[in-house]
């Protein structure tokens, strides 16, 4: 049922829910009765994972440091490297504590709210057109998912000159699926979240424009509980994500920063076909990162767009009826409530998520790729007298 059920209706969400916990990246969750399935057992499958992660990085970082080709890279790509693997794994403990252990209640807390929002907006059992299938755009990012990392890890195995099970294991080709599906997931409640701010608009709109006084008094108190039950999921969204948006921002940075030092500095010992493959798929990934990123960014903005529309919508209707003074008096009250439950997404309260982060993330990767870059001058200068000579 899930697969063909619309954002309107939570339990789209319900297949792709059961898949993350394979990972785990959500908690095991019963839609049905809205109660958590085998806590125990999630949190022992946690630690097994925790451990299993802590093995592949000590071992990876070990293999890959000692490689003559990572040995002979520049000094700024070898820190990039290690932070950048060090990122991954806060990253991947952070999820698989969020979703076994830690404040596991707010996964309740969100799940929980959409279905008394749907069951209040009467949006349950709607179904999607088949090219916004949620499910259908899955598949398609999976596609290129496939294609652009792929491509990087093939390039990657080359450089380093692992075999292709040395590089599966070696590689954080499973931790860049995990950071892609958390993209996914977040994605998703974010639209879940502003599709029912949109529907709430509409409904006030409806009940301005064609309810009598007595009816909407009650109606405006129905929509006012669901804007604050939509206040909640915010608060419950920025719980569960906000740490994991921060080490995310900060992976990104360091993987825009190292593609862009293969792109513009030569690898010292390559020929020139690995070369040509490092600059495709460090390009590819720079475009997956980018549109990864403004992917979340645009939808949270206009998440809050949506949001804020409410308010407004309470204010131009005082307009309009100001002939009637008891509806007047409603929406005033209305707004006044509105207003005292405002809610912006954060990354746990140390930076709000809006479209100004974008030129903060790229202005800061500008700074350091520039610093980087004359790190690596001298030692370039070197390494391009040994080769030659």
Not at 36 to 57: D, E, H, N
Not at 121 to 143: D, N, S, V, W
Not at 312 to 326: N, P, R, S
Request: proline residues 1%; glycine residues 4%; charged residues 20%.
């Amino acid at each position: 049922m899930g697969l063909k059920v619309s954002v309107k209706d939570i339990r789209f969400i319900k297949p792709f829910f059961l898949y993350l916990n394979v990972f785990p990246i959500t908690p095991w969750y019963d839609f049905n009765t809205n109660l958590f399935c085998r806590p125990t057992i999630s949190k022992i499958y946690g630690c097994i994972l925790l451990f299993a992660k802590f093995l592949w990085f000590i071992t990876a970082l070990m293999n890959t440091t000692l490689r003559r080709t990572f040995v002979e890279s520049l000094f700024s790509v070898k820190i990039i490297l290690v932070f950048g693997g060090i990122t991954l794994l806060m990253r991947t403990i952070l999820i698989i504590l969020k979703s076994t252990t830690w404040n596991v209640s707010d996964w309740k807390t969100l799940l929980v709210n959409f279905n008394i929002i749907d069951a209040n907006l009467q949006t349950t059992k709607r179904k999607e057109a088949f090219f916004k299938k949620f499910y259908l755009q899955l598949g398609i990012k999976h596609l290129l998912f496939g294609i652009f990392v792929g491509h990087q890890f093939y390039s990657w195995a080359k450089f380093f000159d692992f075999s292709w099970l040395e590089s599966l294991w070696m590689s954080p080709i499973v931790e860049f699926y995990e950071e892609f599906l958390v993209m996914v997931l977040m994605h998703a409640l974010v639209e879940s979240i502003k599709v029912r701010y949109r529907k709430l608009n509409s409904r006030l709109v409806e009940v301005c424009q064609n309810l009598e006084t007595n009816k909407m008094d009650q109606e405006l108190s129905n929509l006012s509980h669901v804007y604050r039950t939509l206040g909640d999921n915010i608060d419950a969204f920025n719980s569960i994500f906000g740490c994991q948006i921060l080490v995310t921002l900060f992976h990104w940075g360091l993987q825009m920063i190292l593609c862009l030092n293969y792109l513009f500095v030569v690898v010292v010992g390559v020929d020139d076909d690995l070369y040509r493959n490092f600059m495709i798929g460090n390009i590819c990934t720079l475009i997956f990162i980018k549109c990864n990123f403004f992917m979340i960014i645009f939808s949270i903005d206009s998440t809050i767009q949506e949001e804020r529309k409410f308010v407004d919508l309470c204010y131009k209707f005082q307009e309009e009826l100001v002939d009637d003074c008891q509806k007047v008096a409603i929406l005033r009250r209305l707004a006044k409530f509105s207003k005292n439950f405002h809610r912006e997404f954060n990354a746990s309260r140390f930076l709000k998520i809006d479209k100004t982060i974008i030129f903060g993330l790229f202005s800061k990767v500008a700074t350091y790729y520039i610093i980087t870059n004359q790190l690596n001058e001298s030692q370039y200068q070197k390494f391009s007298q040994n080769f030659t000579g």
